[in-house]
Nanobody, 122 residues
Framework: QLQLVESGGGLVQPGGSLSVSCVAS????????IGWFRQAPGKEREGVGC????????LSADSVAGRFTIVGHYDLNMVSLQMNSLKPEDTAVYYC???????????????WGQGTQVTVSS
């Protein structure tokens, strides 16, 4: 069964950059779409974007457009979320999730990672 593990979170100053990774085991990522989500304290979980081997990547949150990029490293069976120009409001636990197929439809959810904390603060 596909398992996901996030890593790379931490503390970064406003305006800084950080990359978080989602490493898969148990299956090859080219069979799945990977979605990135985040949940800030006291807020609902928010979709950040989605990537698939056949469909490329898309961002679903207007607040991250032009600052975040999702990259697939299929030779390494991992996906990364590159975050630039970080703002305090980007502070959240970041999760990746796997969806069977080429899009991040909730009906095709397979598994969640455990999350990684990203804190943007001076």
């Amino acid at each position: 069964q596909l398992q996901l593990v996030e890593s790379g979170g931490g503390l970064v100053q406003p305006g800084g950059s950080l990359s978080v990774s989602c490493v898969a085991s148990g299956s090859t990522l080219d069979l799945y779409a990977i979605g990135w989500f985040r949940q800030a304290p006291g807020k609902e979980r928010e979709g950040v974007g989605c990537i698939s081997y056949s469909g490329g990547s898309t961002l679903s949150a207007d607040s991250v457009a032009g600052r975040f990029t999702i990259v697939g490293h299929y030779d390494l069976n991992m996906v990364s979320l590159q975050m630039n120009s970080l703002k305090p409001e980007d502070t959240a636990v970041y999760y990746c999730a796997a969806f069977y197929g080429s899009n991040c439809s909730p009906h095709n959810l397979v598994s969640w990672g455990q999350g990684t904390q990203v804190t943007v603060s001076s």
